[in-house]
């Protein structure tokens, strides 16, 4: 015959309470506006740094930039009726450009400016000083220095702009 089983009582141990503050109302009103206070705070100094660097104003007038555009596009469209030809060759230390007409002949009476446009940074824009070789041709050999640039060249005539050629160059 088998053993009875014994029924002996189980004791089980008592988990020993915590003294210390009930969780109120009032402390959880103040967790959450912590929290959102932090939360706010931070959004508020990102917002702050993020205005401080850059404003978003590209132009001080809008409309005075559309009357801009419209002005450039006719330019463009006067610019297109002449079908000249504007050749530039860059490397580090020059600048060659020579330009013709319609009929292939090198422009005469004319002025050139040029400049270099840092595509990021105006503080790097560089204006160049080319110097007439020949009939339609010029070279600027001053601070033509390696980098990603806009290669700007206006030829005028009389103080009247005629051609305007913007181009992105990489100098090597």
Do not use: C
């Not at 959102?36 to 702050?48: D, H, Y």
């Not at 105006?122 to 009939?135: E, G, I, K, N, Y």
């Amino acid at each position: 015959m088998a053993a009875p089983l014994s029924a002996a009582p189980l004791s089980i141990p008592r988990v020993k309470e915590r003294p210390g503050r009930p969780l109120t109302g009032r402390a959880v009103l103040l967790y959450i506006v912590a929290f959102f206070g932090v939360v706010f705070g931070v959004n508020f100094f990102m917002a702050r740094m993020a205005m401080s660097t850059f404003g978003g104003v590209e132009t001080d007038s809008s409309y005075q930039a559309g009357l801009t555009y419209t002005k450039e596009n006719a330019a463009a469209a006067a610019q297109d009726s002449l079908r000249w030809k504007v050749d530039a060759h860059i490397e580090p230390g020059r600048l060659d450009i020579a330009a013709r007409d319609a009929d292939g002949r090198p422009l005469t009476g004319v002025t050139l400016s040029a400049a270099l446009h840092h595509p990021t940074d105006r503080r790097f824009d560089v204006t160049l000083d080319p110097v007439s070789l020949a009939a339609g041709q010029w070279r600027a050999t001053d601070q033509v220095v390696a980098g990603q640039w806009e290669l700007v060249l206006e030829i005028s005539r009389d103080g009247e702009r005629l051609f305007r050629s913007t181009n992105r160059v990489v100098v090597r």
